[in-house]
T-cell receptor, first 116, second 114 residues
Framework: GAVVSQHPSRVICKSGTSVKIECRSL??????MFWYRQFPKKSLMLMAT?????????EQGVEKDKFLINHASLTLSTLTVTSAHPEDSSFYIC????????????FGPGTRLTVT | GENVEQHPSTLSVQEGDSAVIKCTYS??????FPWYKQELGKRPQLIID?????GEKKDQRIAVTLNKTAKHFSLHITETQPEDSAVYFC?????????????FGKGTRLSVIA
């Protein structure tokens, strides 16, 4: 149980285009989802917290107009990187917490974004 | 905000020896402290966690200790094996309400030398 998927696993896009990443909880309802960003050999940096049906809460320094987060259902959250630039290239990982879960966060497999 | 410090950044041990990784946190309201193992290009995998109402938890070769007064917690791996080689992250749950996220340390690259 507690499986989280992400799609796509890898994406390459041109500078100036937008890219959407999907995060799904497959066997539980995720009331809260979190988006992290990870640079090579670095830690997971929290970008935002999203609750189903509410606006996401962004961490300080994360541009909400650049990283659009939508959590429209209890099993799906999306992250859209708008007007992507090479510096947005990174590993993006989502995680989810279920309705009965107070503590554990279950992680997706990550999406490697490369902006050329 | 919450800050989690992790040491060392790299650790090399001989197979069979023990490995210890230490973390400190700043938010006194934090009440959940998991440890994750991440292999290259993969998702973090939860290996053990501890809640603030206990001081120690053990699962086979892995143990975690928590000192709430000092705000630090440690991961102990005994009888290390080459497959233990990976990056390990500690984390602390921000605050003590339901929807708060985990904040991660910078990670420790563990190498177990056969």
């Amino acid at each position: 149980g507690a499986v989280v998927s992400q799609h796509p696993s890898r994406v390459i896009c041109k500078s100036g285009t937008s890219v959407k990443i999907e995060c799904r909880s497959l066997d539980f309802q995720a009331t809260t989802m979190f988006w992290y960003r990870q640079f090579p050999k670095k830690s997971l940096m929290l970008m935002a917290t999203s609750n189903e049906g509410s606006k996401a809460t962004y961490e300080q320094g994360v541009e909400k107009d650049k990283f659009l987060i939508n959590h429209a259902s209890l099993t799906l959250s999306t992250l859209t990187v708008t007007s992507a630039h090479p510096e947005d290239s990174s590993f993006y990982i989502c995680s989810a917490r279920g309705e009965s879960g107070y503590y554990e966060q279950y992680f997706g497999p990550g999406t490697r974004l490369t902006v050329t | 905000g919450e800050n989690v410090e992790q040491h060392p950044s790299t650790l090399s041990v001989q197979e069979g020896d023990s490995a210890v990784i230490k973390c400190t946190y700043s938010d006194s309201a934090s009440n959940y402290f998991p440890w994750y193992k991440q292999e290259l290009g993969k998702r973090p995998q939860l290996i053990i966690d501890i809640r603030s109402n206990v001081g120690e938890k053990k699962d086979q070769r892995i143990a975690v200790t928590l000192n709430k007064t000092a705000k630090h917690f440690s991961l102990h791996i005994t009888e290390t094996q080459p497959e233990d080689s990976a990056v390990y992250f500690c984390a602390a749950k921000r605050g003590n309400s339901g929807n708060t996220p985990l904040v991660f340390g910078k990670g420790t690259r563990l190498s177990v030398i056969a």
